[in-house]
């Protein structure tokens, strides 16, 4: 018993232990240890599966912070675009949460390597220990993110319900100013006798005011997008708040003795483990899907994509410049491509004038 509570006192102290101190046992090479001599929490712990997720925790960071990056200023540049940029609250919120990320994603990157290069310089046990310490840290962390993503659903509702409310106010006053335009054209035009362009006045008002409201539609979309991806993404995150503070199978594992950790707090702690670098992983992911959110719920932030990509090529002459007869091939694919409505009224009154005066 004696020599059991030094090779106990050795690995608890973290020092090597020294076989003269067994020195009056029977033990031969040809007899089996016991059990307590064989059992070694490490390799209880440290299976394949562990070591995948291990390294995948300390190299993801290293794939997303460059598409991180670079989407995020894809969104700023395509954000400020006078196409898009009619100075709404919307749009302001979206150039900031672009902003945001990139900030978040560069600050966890940074920080996350100075963790990895200050865990090399440790032994592996205390590697054992600085990981429990690691642990506590991100679990003591977990309520600041939390309370983040409320913060940020909260302002994103307010933001909604005030861009609806001026939506509909500047709606309510575009109409009216179309109206009273449309009122003082007409008085004018019966004055003239040009009855027949009050209609096309009319006609271009509402083309307007129509392409305000599916603009403005599309940036709601674009909000929304957002909103349910932070929201979906960070379930997990919940989901391993809640089971943590249920029950931390790391106090367990770190707290006992080899023989008396059971394969079932090993199993815990795997599945704790699993669970906290998949939530790391999703917490992560709304720093860089958002430019693809964008794409799929805004046509106008895509039709923009297109042709500022499309630009790109031909500046570095990569593609050739189309032709002025496919204008109205890549007006299909790019509405922003297309005329204005103005210009081509104007065009028709000018091509109706010219047949008269022929005449």
């Known amino acids: 018993m004696e020599n059991a509570e030094q090779f106990n006192q050795s690995i608890t102290n973290h020092q090597p232990y020294d076989g003269s101190m067994f020195g009056s046992t029977d033990v031969t090479d040809n007899e089996p240890l016991p059990e307590i001599y064989?059992?070694?929490?490490?390799?209880?712990?440290?299976?394949?599966?562990?070591?995948?997720?291990?390294?995948?925790?300390?190299?993801?960071?290293?794939?997303?912070?460059?598409?991180?990056?670079?989407?995020?200023?894809?969104?700023?540049?395509?954000?400020?675009?006078?196409?898009?940029?009619?100075?709404?609250?919307?749009?302001?919120?979206?150039?900031?949460?672009?902003?945001?990320?990139?900030?978040?994603?560069?600050?966890?990157?940074?920080?996350?390597?100075?963790?990895?290069?200050?865990?090399?310089?440790?032994?592996?046990?205390?590697?054992?220990?600085?990981?429990?310490?690691n642990r506590q840290s991100k679990l003591s962390n977990i309520p600041g993110p939390i309370s983040l993503i409320t913060a940020a659903n909260i302002v994103i509702a307010v933001v909604l319900r005030r861009t609806s409310q001026n939506w509909r106010i500047s709606e309510y006053s575009n109409k009216q100013e179309s109206d009273s335009s449309f009122s003082k054209t007409n008085l004018s035009k019966l004055s003239l006798g040009r009855r027949g362009s009050c209609s096309s006045t009319n006609i271009a008002a509402e083309a307007i005011l129509a392409t305000k409201r599916r603009t403005n539609?599309?940036?709601?979309?674009?909000?929304?997008?957002?909103?349910?991806?932070?929201?979906?993404?960070?379930?997990?995150?919940?989901?391993?708040?809640?089971?943590?503070?249920i029950y931390i199978a790391r106090k367990v594992v770190f707290s006992l003795q080899c023989l008396d950790v059971t394969n079932g707090d090993i199993t815990l702690y795997h599945c704790q483990f699993y669970l906290s670098v998949i939530q790391n992983i999703l917490s992560d992911l709304p720093h860089v899907v958002n430019f693809f959110l964008y794409c799929l719920a805004g046509k106008k932030f895509r039709s923009i994509f297109i042709s500022e990509f499309h630009q790109l090529l031909v500046d570095f002459h990569l593609i050739k410049q189309r032709e002025r007869h496919h204008t109205y091939d890549a007006s299909i694919l790019n509405p922003d491509l297309t005329p204005d409505t103005d210009y081509s009224h104007n065009l028709g009154h000018g091509s109706s004038k010219t047949s008269l005066s022929k005449l």
Do not use: W
């Open 38 to 133: 064989k059992c070694s929490l490490q390799a209880r712990i440290f299976t394949p599966t562990h070591s995948t997720f291990k390294s995948i925790e300390s190299t993801y960071l290293r794939l997303l912070i460059g598409p991180g990056i670079l989407l995020n200023l894809l969104c700023l540049f395509i954000l400020s675009r006078s196409k898009l940029s009619n100075k709404s609250t919307t749009i302001l919120f979206l150039r900031v949460l672009a902003l945001f990320d990139i900030l978040s994603i560069v600050l966890k990157y940074i920080r996350a390597e100075m963790n990895y290069q200050s865990l090399e310089k440790v032994d592996l046990f205390d590697n054992f220990d600085r990981e429990s310490i």
């Open 217 to 245: 539609a599309q940036v709601t979309r674009m909000l929304l997008a957002v909103t349910l991806s932070l929201i979906i993404f960070n379930i997990p995150n919940t989901i391993f708040f809640v089971i943590i503070k």
